[in-house]
């Protein structure tokens, strides 16, 4: 049974990534403008920036 | 004026109206014309110049806003250095119509060297600016904006950081951590429970469930240290006021649980119920989230359009010079210039100048007033004829505005002890949860012979089953599909509580000017040939004058005329075709009473000169005796302002043969002219405090039924041709008479409080089926009313003189056209041009509250049926959480009910 400690220390692992990104993308303001990023994705980069 | 699809239609070259569409805007151009006006044939070479012009394959709902030069403000105020030396400001855009205006904006930016940040938030209507440079060169960079059409005003730097939303990121922040735990322990109570269910109980050894446990604890107890902060703070922060609320019973019960499952665990027990605490204040958290992101969202918005509509007056140094500074910033003594058909940004003293004022919005009276030196002006009115120079005085005690501002700040006071549904649910529900967990605890131990720690987890058992997650949930969730539904509806729910509020009204209390009838002028169409009203219009769409306005929407979107001359004061011309007063379009030459469309009462063929006081100047002659009233479309339409720092005038007119000019037509008043035209004391009665600006209406007025026989008045006159005068009136809005018939069958009473004059009042109410009316009521008149009714009214009001009846009924609404007071104290403003945002608020409101009941009965069904169980002890951990969370989406599942 000592997989089951590998398994619980690998599903913490991989879920408190998932959470560290999450909390980061909220501090760099990714969800401050939702409507702005829907219309973005349309944008195309031929503009230098 | 409003950018249809029939514009386009219209715009189609084979089509039979000669206009083609302007290449940069939409709207109609003259034929054989590119664009529609200079600053579109501006904006259009700019965005070619700049390798843009896939913008306008971009454009996918609307065209790009007709550009319209700004008023110059002052940047430097707005601007804040940063550490690295580079300069940032944030401003409010107004004319955003899709991604393509996003792009546009940012492309542009992005093409100037100096610009190290240009982002538009299109959610908040914000573009945040950064630059390397001078402060000019940020002004430059917003005038390029600008001359795209775009409105740009900036925000204030320590507004801005007072209004940043660290609440709301906290809450999501909560809920991301709440989120995380709760998956993570329900794996290993999955685990357990497996070993459990399966009927082997050998299958997992004691050793590997406290191992499952600890992690769990380990997992549990930061996440609810963290994320039940927010329930914690406020259930300790309502208990030292000795009240109770919902978050009491959560975090008792939370808190409680925890300790009691780590207790457990340490005593190798069987159960533990970590996994219920942490779903518990996940589900919570996902309904304070809402609920403040919905309320959020909404701030934001009013707040931006007050921001837009703040105003920058023209400030006058010692020494002559004239600075643009925000109205807000002055202190008394000061100087300040206003402008024709400028809305006056202060509250003074009238130094120099004479003009007429519109002071709907202040007073609600729907024909303008006389200023003449000495006379007193408010904030949030306007004016509509000569420049002013007025000195800014305080408010003192005693005016209008002083008695405002007391009556508002103690009914607001009153206001804010209305207990919400969910509070007063708490209030009994709280205790009675407490005192059945004590009960069975007590139970358990004396009588049925259970273990301290055996009676201890049914009695938590029972809290957990009855903690209010469900009921938690019940209110907000309906709020929030609620409001997000008024939201897109156009109609803005800024008070939490508004909505209870709203369900519970039995009156109906409508103000008149502005608010039952349209906030602009109306052009009274009869008899007037479309052509030339097309060609006036043409004419008219150069100026921003409040009757100009009313003339271009009456002919819906016309071409501009070309080489058209502005006249401070007396009109606009192109060549020898004139728009404006009589005396400038020579209207008086031809004066016989069949060159008036409708009958009323005429300029005197002499009047003109003779009325004119000697002591005036020759500039100012002209526009004096102008009547316009309730101008509000004009400059204070976002997006519509025009070039002209100056607008039309309308025709003087002279008094009547028995002194008593027609209804409301306007004299002249100066100090010391004839009594009673001096005087103010009739209308508003020794009841009305303040000095207010003169009447100028006599006060034998008669009272007379056909408002629109005089007024304000435009005139056109083409060479050759007989001038034609256009009479403007106003008028009930849309669905004024439906709207009050719909509230009517809704079972409420219906009443009119108004400022003005009882003649207007009673034409009014007529129009729009109003029986029960009263007219001339000053500010304390109108509360007094208001409390007399008694029962639970709805107030709904736009003007400066209703803010206190805002304040004090039981709920209030403001349309978006509202002196910015009235929006500040009205829980909810709607956008819409009909009334009918107001029944449509009433029936969702009723349909929430029915939904709230409907929730919170369906949480207390479901602990009737679980709290036995629980007080029988046989409960387990997940029987529990599956109850928990199918209770709360049943909740969820039901509040989506309102977006019906």
Redesign the interface.
């Known amino acids: ?1 000592t997989v ?1 400690l590998w398994l ?1 220390a690998a ?2 692992f991989l ?2 990534c ?2 560290a990104v ?2 980061w993308s ?2 760099t303001g990714q ?6 990023a ?3 994705i ?3 980069h031929d ?3 | 004026m409003a950018r249809s699809g029939a514009d386009f239609v219209a715009a189609d070259p084979v089509d039979a109206v000669p206009d083609t569409a302007c290449a940069h805007c939409g709207l109609p151009a003259a034929a054989g014309r590119r664009f529609c006006c200079p600053g579109c044939a501006a904006a259009f070479d700019t965005i070619q110049s700049l390798g843009l012009g896939s913008y306008y394959e971009r454009c996918i709902a609307e065209r790009p806003p007709r550009p319209e030069p700004s008023e110059p403000f002052d940047l430097t105020r707005f601007i804040t250095a940063r550490p690295d030396g580079a300069k940032e400001v944030v401003l409010a855009i107004d004319g955003l119509r899709c991604g393509a205006c996003v792009w546009l904006i940012e492309s542009v930016l992005g093409q100037e060297r100096s610009v190290l940040t240009g982002r538009v938030n299109m959610t908040s209507r914000r573009l945040k600016l950064v630059w390397r440079g001078s402060e000019t060169d940020g002004e430059r960079l917003v005038e390029r904006i600008e001359s795209l059409g775009y409105r740009l005003v900036p925000f204030d730097p320590a507004a801005l950081a007072a209004a940043r939303d660290d609440t709301d990121r906290a809450l999501i922040r909560a809920l991301a951590v709440a989120g995380f735990a709760a998956i993570n322990v329900m794996l290993m109570s999955i685990g357990i429970w497996a070993g459990d269910a399966s009927g082997l109980l050998d299958t997992m050894g004691p050793a590997t469930r406290d191992l499952l446990h600890y992690v769990s604890a380990i997992i549990a107890l930061p996440a609810i240290a963290y994320c039940g902060q927010p329930f914690f703070r406020s259930a300790l922060a309502v208990l030292r006021h000795g009240r109770t609320n919902m978050d009491v019973p959560i975090s008792i019960g939370v808190v409680l649980v925890t300790g009691l499952s780590l207790a457990q665990t340490m005593a190798h027990a069987r159960d533990a119920y970590f996994d219920s605490a942490i779903t518990l204040l996940f589900f919570l958290l996902i309904g304070r989230v809402l609920d403040h992101r919905a309320r959020g969202r909404v701030r934001a918005t009013v707040e931006l359009l007050l921001t837009l509509r703040s105003t920058e007056v023209t400030v006058l140094g010692q020494d002559g010079t004239a600075t643009r500074r925000p109205a807000r910033a002055l202190v008394p003594g000061e100087r300040v210039l206003v402008g024709m058909g400028e809305r006056i940004g202060v509250d003074g003293v009238v130094e120099r100048g004479e003009s007429s004022v519109d002071t709907s919005l202040v007073t609600g009276e729907s024909l303008p007033v006389t200023v003449a030196p000495g006379g007193q002006v408010f904030a949030g009115t306007m004016n509509l004829g000569a420049p002013l120079t007025v000195v800014v005085t305080a408010a003192e005690d005693g005016t209008l505005l002083a008695e405002c501002a007391r009556l508002i700040e103690a009914s607001e006071a009153r206001r804010s002890r209305f207990v919400v549904l969910a509070d007063r649910v708490a209030r009994r529900y709280a205790p009675a949860v407490h005192l059945t967990a004590l009960a069975t605890f007590l139970g358990w131990y004396f009588w049925g012979g259970a273990s301290f720690t055996q009676a201890l987890l049914t009695a938590s058992a029972v809290l957990i089953i009855t903690c209010p997650c469900a009921l938690a949930l019940a209110v907000p969730a309906v709020q929030v599909i609620a409001t997000a539904r008024l939201f897109r509806a156009g109609i803005l729910l800024k008070s939490a509580t508004a909505l209870e509020r709203l369900a519970e009204v039995d009156t109906v209390v409508f103000d008149k000017t502005g608010t039952l009838t349209e906030p602009a002028l109306a052009l009274v169409r009869d008899g007037i040939d479309p052509l030339v009203l097309r060609e006036a219009a043409a004419l008219a769409a150069h100026s921003r004058h409040p009757l100009a306005r009313a003339l271009v929407v009456a002919s819906g979107n016309v071409p501009m005329a070309e080489r058209v001359e502005e006249h401070p004061g007396q009109g606009v011309s192109a060549g020898e075709t004139r728009l404006g007063s009589a005396a400038f379009v020579g209207a008086l030459a031809f004066q016989t009473s069949a060159t008036l469309v409708g009958s009323g009462t005429a300029p005197r063929a002499a009047g003109a000169p003779s009325m004119l006081p000697e002591d005036r100047s020759p500039p100012l002659a002209s526009t004096i005796g102008t009547t316009t009233p309730n101008p509000r479309h004009g400059p204070a339409r976002p997006g519509h302002r025009s070039s002209e720092g100056s607008g039309l005038t309308v025709p003087p007119v002279e008094p009547g043969d028995d002194g008593v000019s027609g209804p409301g037509a306007v004299g002249v008043w100066r100090p010391g002219d004839d009594a009673g035209r001096g005087s103010i004391s009739r209308r508003h009665g020794p009841a009305r405090p303040g000095h207010l600006p003169p009447r100028e209406v006599p006060p034998s007025d008669p009272i007379v039924s056909d408002h629109t026989a005089a007024g304000p008045e435009l005139w056109f006159g083409r060479p050759g041709q007989e001038p034609v005068r256009f009479t403007f009136a106003e008028r009930p809005r849309v669905d004024a008479l439906e709207t009050i018939a719909r509230l009517r069958r809704m079972g409420l009473k219906i009443r009119l409080l108004s400022g003005d004059r009882e003649a207007s009042v009673a034409r009014i109410a007529a129009a729009a089926g109003i029986d029960d009316w009263r007219a001339e009521c000053s500010p304390i008149e109108k509360v007094a009313a208001l409390r007399e009714m008694g029962g639970r009214v709805l107030m709904v009001g736009d003007g400066l003189n209703d803010g206190p009846c805002l304040a004090e009924a039981h709920v209030s609404a403001s349309p978006a056209t509202a002196a910015d007071i009235s929006q500040t104290l009205a829980d909810a403003v709607f956008q819409s041009a009909g009334l009918g945002a107001i029944a449509d608020l009433i029936v969702t409101a009723r349909r929430a509250r029915g939904l709230m009941r409907g929730n919170i009965g369906l949480s207390l069904a479901y602990n009737s049926l679980m709290v036995p169980l629980a007080i029988a002890g046989m409960v387990t951990p997940w029987l529990a959480a599956a109850a928990m969370s199918g209770s709360s989406l049943l909740v969820i599942g039901n509040s989506f009910r309102a977006r019906a």
Request: neutral net charge; without cysteine.
């Open positions: 049974m089951i619980i599903s913490l879920g408190g998932g959470l999450f909390l909220l501090r969800y401050d403008d939702l409507d702005g829907a219309n973005r349309l944008f195309d503009t230098k920036r």
